[in-house]
């Protein structure tokens, strides 16, 4: 059975995902419960989950505490209707901190109006959308609802979204205190004014420092925060975002030198089956020094070289000359492999800078001990290797 959790009187011909909401996130929510489902001794009836929510969001005396926590780590989908919030500041705080315990919290609707602190109570945040797109009201609802959270630094966003809802961010970027942003594009490769205001986007947090891009993006998405950043050099654009992860798909489709990533020093590539050099080499940061090769978080088997790593130190010197560190983390690459990359680098190379390469569980054994030792010795750089199969072997 889906329960619709009310704070206050309902609104007359309000429901679930309504567009009318007047200050609301639409992110999807009910209560989902199996039917077969016994629940006894406090919370029998749906009207009962309403005790949940008194005037001063304080639990019933009658709802024993642990069947709370049952319930709260069962609900899927929720429906918050709120009057008078707005001039509630310790309710708002509660309904805050008890939405964020929802561990199975997957479609979340609040309408009507909150106190201030509702907002500053949340500080990591992940929506999945999957009917937004078609949906400018209550996307545009959202992005208020992103951007008005004083305390939100870690936010992620995945599924598609109606162009307001990028537009609306755009415009209300200086109000957010977000840190770190991880997006998962489903559609943005073909839509020219979505990719553009979210490159603003970006560009115009002022405390955005990780920035993690999955998926491609519209060509305007480049130029425009290559624009914005360029025109917006007096106001420092971006000057805390120093980290900086993109995946094989994002790459496939980057375009030129983007200046919103101009500060950026931790650069971390994700792949999926293969590591392709031709694809890799699109990307250029000049400022960065660290770079990290690893597999997506969703891939299910370790990736590998999409051919022999022979030119890998040119490739590595197009993407910033500046390379202090470079790490190959849980990737298929073996001894033979590994011989080759580090033959590569004992060979004279224009990455000046480089000081340490790094193995982790790269399928590699006590057998290719002795060219790193050799390596070693050289004092051109510092070899480190952690032993071991990848995940997925």
């Known amino acids: 059975m889906t329960v619709i959790c009310t704070v206050g009187p309902a609104r007359p011909n309000s429901s679930p995902g309504s567009e009318g909401a007047s200050s609301a996130a639409a992110l999807g929510v009910g209560l989902e419960l199996p039917r077969t489902q016994s629940l006894n001794s406090?919370?029998?009836?749906?009207s009962d989950i309403l005790?949940?929510?008194?005037?001063?969001?304080?639990?019933?005396?009658?709802?024993?505490?642990h069947h709370v926590i049952s319930l709260s780590s069962s609900i899927e989908t929720l429906y918050i209707d709120s009057k008078d919030f707005g001039e509630r500041p310790s309710a708002s705080r509660d309904l805050a901190q008890f939405i964020c315990k929802m561990s199975h919290l997957k479609d979340l609707t609040l309408d009507g109006q909150y106190h201030d602190d509702f907002y500053s109570t949340i500080e990591t945040l992940g929506i999945y959308s999957k009917y937004l797109n078609k949906r400018p009201s209550t996307s545009r609802d959202l992005a208020q609802f992103i951007c008005k959270m004083t305390h939100l630094k870690d936010l992620t966003l995945a599924g598609q979204y109606h162009d307001d809802f990028y537009s609306t961010s755009s415009s209300m970027a200086l109000c957010a205190k977000i840190e770190t942003l991880e997006i998962y594009s489903a559609d943005?490769?073909?839509?020219l004014f979505a990719s553009r205001d979210l490159a603003q986007f970006i560009c115009k947090m002022t405390h955005l420092k990780d920035l993690t891009l999955n998926g491609q993006y519209h060509d305007d998405f480049y130029s425009a925060s290559s624009s914005k950043a360029s025109s917006a050099k007096s106001c420092n654009t971006s000057p805390t975002l120093t980290e900086l992860t993109v995946d094989h798909d994002t790459l496939k489709g980057w375009q030129g030198c983007c200046s919103m990533f101009d500060?950026?020093?931790?650069?971390t590539i994700q792949?999926?089956?293969t590591i392709n050099c031709n694809v890799i080499q699109r990307i250029h940061l000049p400022g960065a020094t660290e770079l990290t090769f690893q597999p997506q978080k969703y891939a299910g088997r370790p990736a590998g070289f999409h051919k022999e790593p022979t030119s890998l130190s040119n490739v590595l010197l197009n993407i910033s000359p500046q390379l202090v560190k470079v790490t190959f983390s849980k990737l298929?690459?073996?001894?033979?492999?590994?011989?080759?990359?580090?033959?590569?680098?004992?060979?004279?190379h224009h990455l000046k800078h480089l000081k340490i390469i790094r193995f982790i569980?790269?399928?590699?054994?006590?057998g290719v001990d002795d060219v790193i030792i050799a390596c070693n010795k050289d004092q051109v750089m510092e070899v480190e290797v952690e032993h071991g199969k990848p995940r997925g072997y």
């Open 271 to 273: 792949v999926w089956s």
């Open 361 to 366: 569980r790269c399928g590699s054994d006590e």
């Open 332 to 348: 298929n690459i073996g001894n033979s492999k590994m011989e080759l990359i580090l033959q590569a680098f004992r060979s004279p």
């Open 51 to 65: 005790r949940l929510f008194t005037s001063t969001l304080m639990i019933s005396k009658n709802v024993p505490l």
């Open 42 to 46: 406090g919370i029998e009836r749906p």
């Open 263 to 267: 500060n950026v020093k931790r650069v």
């Open 188 to 191: 943005l490769n073909e839509r």
